[in-house]
Structures are given as C-alpha cells and as structure tokens.
C-alpha cells in the first residue's frame, strides 16, 4: 500500500486546510490511519488519528492543540482518509504525514505504525 498526501500549501493565520491522504492499495486492510507532522527544528508529533471495525469508524483521538480546530474523517469509497485544519496559526506550520497501522486500534506514537507516506508542506503565515 502506498500512501499519498495532498492538500498542504500556504495559508494566512486563521485560515483552513484540507489534507489529504489517498491509499493506493486501499486501506481495507488497516484498522487505523494517523497524522503526524514534524515542524522545522522539531521532533515528529502526533496530530490524530482514527480506527475503524469493517467500514464504521470506532475510535478518534487528537492531541490537545488539534482538538476543536482539526477534524479527521473517511471517506471509505475513496480510500481516502482527511484533516480539516480550521482556525491555522504559525504553530502549524509543518510537513504533515499520514501512516496507517493494521493495530486492532490507533496509536499516537510513531512506532506503531507501518506504512507512511511522503508528506506534505503547510505553511501558515502570521
């Protein structure tokens, strides 16, 4: 499975995003797709991430500085899974990554996860 990310580009603080994350095998087969991204001079950090059970999602998870402003979603006939960013600020700013994992439920770290893809660029600026 190769995961593509599309979606990033430049924004004004307080403005919005859709990123997105395509799976060109399908993701079927994993149990839970993540956002990570790594600022410039920063370690990667968890973003979000959602697990599912057949085509039903079952469990999402942000971390705190995403929650309220970002939303992930499926959209299950597109293999296709997104981020809606509200509300940018420079904080933000960031090569945004999606990794999914065949864990029976969604991890915030890394390590869990199998399959990444190349990332895309947001840049928020203030």
């Known amino acids: 499975v190769q995961l593509v990310e599309s979606g990033g580009g430049l924004v004004p603080a307080g403005g919005s995003l859709r990123l997105s994350c395509a799976a060109s095998g399908g993701i079927f087969g994993y149990y839970a797709l993540a956002w990570f991204r790594r600022g410039p001079g920063k370690e990667r950090d968890f973003v979000s991430f959602?697990?599912?059970?057949?085509?039903?999602?079952?469990?999402?998870s942000y971390t705190d500085s995403a929650l309220g402003r970002f939303t992930i979603s499926r959209d299950k006939n597109q293999n296709t899974v997104y981020l809606q960013m509200n509300s940018l600020n420079p904080d933000d700013a960031a090569v945004y990554y999606c990794a999914a994992t065949f864990r029976s439920v969604g991890s915030s770290r890394g390590i869990d996860y199998s399959a990444w893809g190349q990332g895309t660029q947001v840049t928020v600026s203030s």
């Open positions: 959602m697990s599912w059970s057949g085509s039903e999602p079952t469990f999402v």
